[in-house]
């Protein structure tokens, strides 16, 4: 009895300098800020907690969950990839393009993950063979690739309509939507690449130290390469979910979307000095800003006031990661 007593007492103080400790609150900054959100709108708000509003955040956290994982990859192989919102454009125009001439809509689905997956690769070749900077590549990119959309179209969206679409952005399964399966199916395999394969360690030895990733052998070239063209594809993956729910290719890309990527990456708790991080993190980022933005217009908190909101979130979880251990 003395001894469990004393198990006892000593767990109760340690526990307490656990949650004294910053590096705690840094390591789970995305679900403790999400349990907050949850219970402060749903006392706030009455119709937040309603079956059919969690369900339309799911759906809507669905696009930027999915691109955060891919965001998650270059970060965690000590890269940044700011070209994902223009790529995904690029992929939805070419879905939109490849229709117009009578292709199947499954095929265009294969010809933007095609397309968006070469632009990945053309990132990862130019900063892991050409040297340049992952800023400098992407950045350009982003231009490039937004460029090329506006080219290909005209700068005119292209109405799209066809079953297939209309089952991925209306479908569900035992009441879930099937952005939402597609961007949790997503998300493990994600986690079992990163955490349970040998690509996976070689992602995160490449991010520690490329250095001693390279002195063990690792091709750090193709490691890196193989992460901006996972971005990629999940960039493609996200135009097709975003043309099934919009029912359109637009050619104007929306940089809030590589805002939110990379602000749920930040979120999540991932090392921005790579080799460091999760998916789960990242994913649970997502749904946060989702149910952020959310729950403010459900109060009436005007428009113009929410990036400023997620903002300040955004910047207050990038201060805490510098307690991260």
């Given at each position: ?44 708000s ?65 010809l ?19 040297k ?6 992407t ?49 493990v ?9 040998r ?112 903002g ?14």
């Amino acid at each position: 009895m003395a001894a469990s007593t004393s198990v006892n007492m000593d767990s109760t103080p340690a526990l307490g300098a656990r949650l004294r400790d910053l590096s705690f609150w840094a390591e789970w900054t995305a679900l403790v800020g999400l349990v907050a959100l949850l219970v402060i709108f749903g006392i706030a708000s009455p119709s937040f907690l309603t079956p059919g509003n969690i369900a339309a955040v799911l759906v809507a956290a669905a696009i930027p969950a999915t691109l955060c994982i891919g965001e998650a990859f270059v970060v965690l192989g000590k890269g940044i990839d700011l070209s994902m919102a223009s790529t995904m454009t690029l992929g939805a125009v070419m879905m939109g393009q490849a229709t117009l001439l009578g292709v199947d809509a499954g095929w265009a689905c294969l010809l933007t993950l095609v397309v968006t997956t070469l632009v990945g690769g053309l990132n990862g070749l130019f900063v892991a063979k050409v040297k340049i900077t992952d800023f400098v590549v992407t950045l350009g990119m982003l231009s490039a690739a937004q460029g090329a959309a506006l080219i290909i179209s005209d700068g005119k969206p292209v109405t799209l309509i066809s079953p297939l679409l209309l089952t991925i952005s209306t479908g569900q399964l035992a009441g879930i939507g099937y952005p939402v399966l597609i961007a949790l199916a997503i998300a493990v395999v994600a986690h079992v690449t990163l955490f349970h394969t040998r690509f996976g360690t070689h992602v995160l030895a490449v991010g520690g130290d490329i250095e001693a990733a390279r002195a063990m052998g690792i091709n750090t070239d193709r490691i890196k390469i193989a992460t901006y063209m996972i971005s990629g594809f999940l960039a493609g993956v996200g135009a097709i979910l975003i043309v099934a729910r919009l029912g359109a290719a637009e050619p104007a890309a929306d940089t809030k979307y590589l805002l939110d990527a990379v602000a749920s990456v930040v979120l999540g708790g991932v090392s921005l000095f790579g080799g460091r991080g999760s998916i789960a993190g990242p994913v649970t980022g997502a749904v946060l800003l989702t149910v952020l933005v959310n729950g403010l217009t459900l109060l009436s908190v005007e428009q113009y006031y929410q990036p400023l909101v997620v903002g300040i979130v955004v910047i207050a979880a990038a201060a805490l990661m510098r307690y991260q251990r």
